[in-house]
């Protein structure tokens, strides 16, 4: 029998005054992982036995000590050179991967929580898929990775303090993940309390070791560090369970000999999308419930301050029928766990929620109000309820559109617009036909880009000002219809002369200009833009990374100057002396081989926008180390008389080539970097 259940004997007695008290696990039942509860160490053949109905005994690495722990005996180790090695196993790391549940708990005291180095006290895996629980400068850490298959990367640390020389017991838990990173999917637990949610999913076979008390082989912690061996633990281990199974909130609990109290595990899961009118809510009850209070609501303050019309009833069952819901609402419900001889009832925890989907059509794609550079478009949408047929309505005339009625049904989602005429704005809607009712759908809009006239300029190819809303497009206006989607949340904020395009660091905001090939081979070129930013990357770009292709005006972060204009071409880039808000010409030594062509950055002018500066245009550490978030002029000619004729006074993107060719141009913007319009130096 485990040591534990033995402790737990008398709890569960007190408990099961209420019914509801979760028993412990017992270890022997265990088929599809492994629990070593450390009672026992044979020093002489230098092995821990496996409690479960697996034969997987833990291999004594260095000279830990048996000692009394928290629930019977508990290895000790030094944290220098003790610890156990774990086989690979078809339950932990090899052959029945991927695993969607996984609960790992260790039962420990850390003699120094405060150490400068990590202390592991379990790790499975290695860099690219594992799971680890260890302790670093006062905090206590559960982390899972899987940086292949579906790239859960880099992977998801939470922590809480702890103290040393205190008894804990930590879990952490994948539950129901997926070949996807999902958000709460990854728990950890303390003492029987959940301390946080993060991102996860799946976990698939890895081939690195497995240990207690160090890390065997190789390891990721919060920061990154974690490669080799080592990261001894110092202090007390007296169980570690290893099984793959997601754990309810008892359970955990009774596993660390506590109780959970409180309403858990709701139906529907929380966060759920539904088409029902009436939803049948179902719940776990807490380890002391003898009745329970029910609230829901489509206020979520409401429901947490429990008035009077959210207050369904106090039920005796685990369930109950919501009904007379309304499609298109958020509803937020909460289960308090009532016993009138309790004095710390009623037990509240969480709130959950449940959205009912719209009846109608909804999602349009295009979006509503977006401009396409198309002359064609297919309409799509979201169906409501599963409707049997859809009806499509589509014109010039909005109020045309919104009244029309007796379309053809069609089975498919999808319409084909035909050939649109250049810039107009086009209305279109969806009704949905469920036999018995017709539901009618909003009036969306799309609009088409216009025929801009050429440039007088032949060398003039590309001219992005970013001046005004054209619903998510920016227009070329050089008249080569070079024009740009913009992907991400790009803000069109105010800039040093007009607007300006803000982009928020995510990593997701550029504008894409798909039809643009961009200036290749051994073509002269200029490229000018006004930027104000605090941070590094590229200010524009295209081509392929091949020979006479790839072209990237960026801010560099490396090989020199930090905050320096950089030039890259295939096989080669040049770096400017000066930082990016200096008032003078730079000129460097020569051209930038690409081992087949040649390109020519030749020189590289910067002016400065004096005073004039937008804080909403600011964003993370310098590029320079002067004037930091000035708005700059930064100009990158392809030979010094294109720089010299310069003829036109223009905003935004600006590149002077001879000749194009047709190669697909990516124009990204990097996190923080904003561009504005401005005036010619």
Not at 360 to 368: E, G, Q, S, T, W
């Amino acid at each position: 029998m485990s040591k534990k259940l033995i402790y737990l004997v008398s709890v569960v007695f007190v408990l099961g005054l209420a019914g509801n008290a979760m028993a412990q696990i017992d270890p022997a039942t265990v088929t599809t992982g492994h629990v070593y509860l450390l009672n026992d160490a044979n020093f002489v053949d230098g092995t821990v036995p496996d409690d479960s109905a697996n034969d997987l005994a833990g291999i004594i690495v260095g000279e830990p000590n048996l000692v009394d722990g928290l629930y019977g005996k508990a290895l000790s180790f030094d944290g220098v050179d003790d610890a156990v090695d774990i086989p690979d196993s078809q339950w932990i790391n090899v052959t029945n991967g991927p695993w969607a549940n996984k609960t790992v708990m260790a039962v420990f005291n850390c003699a120094d929580v405060n150490k400068s180095e990590k202390q592991t006290v379990y790790e499975q895996g290695g860099l690219t898929r594992g799971l680890t629980i260890y302790v670093f400068d006062g905090q206590v850490y559960v982390g899972g990775w899987n940086k292949a298959e579906y790239q859960w990367n880099p992977g998801s640390w939470i922590s809480t303090p702890i103290n040393s020389n205190e008894w804990h017991a930590v879990a952490l838990v994948i539950r129901d993940g997926a070949d996807a990173q999902e958000d709460d999917k990854f728990e950890m637990w303390m003492d029987g309390e959940l301390i946080g949610k993060a991102v996860g999913g799946q976990i698939y076979n890895h081939g690195n070791d497995n240990a207690i008390g160090y890390t065997n082989q190789n390891n990721v912690f919060h920061d990154g560090d974690g490669s080799g061996d080592g990261w001894y633990f110092e202090g007390l281990v007296d169980e570690v369970w290893i099984l793959n199974d997601a754990l309810t909130p008892p359970e955990l609990a009774a596993l660390m000999g506590t109780s959970w109290p409180y309403a858990y595990g709701p139906s529907p899961a929380n966060g759920t999308m539904l088409e029902e009118f009436s939803v049948l809510l179902s719940w776990g009850p807490g380890d002391f419930a003898v009745s329970h209070d029910v609230y829901l609501g489509s206020n979520l303050d409401d429901v947490i301050a429990g008035t009077a019309d959210t207050f369904l009833g106090n039920q005796p069952t685990t369930s109950l029928v919501a009904s007379d819901l309304v499609p298109e609402t958020t509803y937020y419900w909460r289960v308090d766990e009532v016993n009138d001889a309790d004095p710390n009832a009623p037990y509240t925890k969480e709130v959950w929620s449940f959205t009912l989907l719209p009846r109608r059509a909804y999602d349009p794609v295009p979006a509503d109000g977006i401009r396409i550079l198309d002359t064609t478009a297919n309409l799509t949408w979201t169906a409501g309820w599963s409707p049997i047929m859809h009806q499509v309505y589509f014109g010039t005339d909005p109020d045309e559109v919104a009244n029309a009625a007796g379309a053809p049904l069609v089975m498919d989602i999808g319409y084909d617009t035909g050939e649109l005429q250049p810039d107009t704005t086009y209305y279109w809607r969806v009704d949905e036909f469920y036999g018995f009712e017709t539901v009618k759908g909003p009036v969306w809009s799309l609009s088409t880009v216009p025929v801009l006239p050429l440039s007088d300029d032949p060398n003039l190819v590309g001219q992005w000002t970013f001046d005004g809303d054209f619903g998510g497009v920016v227009l070329d206006q050089s008249g080569h219809a070079g024009h740009a989607n913009l992907v991400g949340d790009v803000q069109l904020v105010e800039g040093v002369d007009g607007d300006a395009l803000e982009f928020d660091g995510s990593g997701g905001d550029y504008a894409e200009a798909a039809s643009y090939a961009g200036v290749t081979g051994t073509h002269s070129r200029t490229v000018s833009a006004w930027i104000k930013t605090t941070d590094y990357g590229e200010i524009a770009s295209w081509g392929q990374n091949s020979a006479g292709q790839k072209w990237i005006f960026r801010v560099q972060e490396s090989n020199g100057t930090l905050g320096a204009i950089r030039i890259e071409v295939n096989g080669g880039y040049q770096v400017f002396s000066e930082l990016a808000d200096r008032d003078r010409t730079i000129v460097p030594a020569g051209p930038v081989t690409t081992g087949v062509v040649q390109e020519h950055p030749k020189a590289c002018f910067m002016q400065q926008a004096g005073d004039r500066q937008h804080p909403g245009c600011v964003a993370r550490p310098a590029v320079s180390q002067d004037d930091r978030g000035a708005w700059s002029r930064i100009v990158v000619g392809g030979d010094e008389p294109a720089l010299e004729q310069d003829p036109l006074t223009f905003k935004g993107y600006r590149l002077v080539r001879q000749i194009i060719v047709g190669r697909r141009f990516r124009w990204q913007m990097p996190p923080g970097l904003a561009i504005a319009p401005g005036e010619q130096p």
